[in-house]
């Protein structure tokens, strides 16, 4: 299960993609559709957040920022 992280409050618009960057801030994409190009990223919220290991990082249906442990296949030989 996921845990919430930290509480953003972000409204999403169609046609683009949310997604937690290097920085650990919460950036926008427009999307690439039919040929056209994406769109350079811009910033949405600043959280700065510190990212852990063999976690997956997302925004929730709430616009909040969610972790959520990686499923790993095997053990590595």
Do not use: N, T
């Not at 056209?36 to 949405?44: E, I, M, N």
């Not at 063999?54 to 790993?72: C, E, H, N, P, T």
Request: aromatic share 8%; hydrophobic share 35%.
């Amino acid at each position: 299960m996921a845990e919430k992280v930290a509480k953003a409050g972000i409204k999403r618009e169609k046609g683009y993609l949310y997604y937690l960057d290097k920085q650990g801030d919460v950036s926008r994409a427009k999307m690439a559709r039919g040929g056209k190009k994406g769109g350079s990223p811009q910033k949405v919220a600043k959280l700065g957040i510190k990212r852990k290991p063999g976690f997956l990082y997302f925004i929730d249906k709430q616009g909040d920022v969610s972790a959520a442990k990686m499923a790993r296949a095997g053990k590595r030989r």
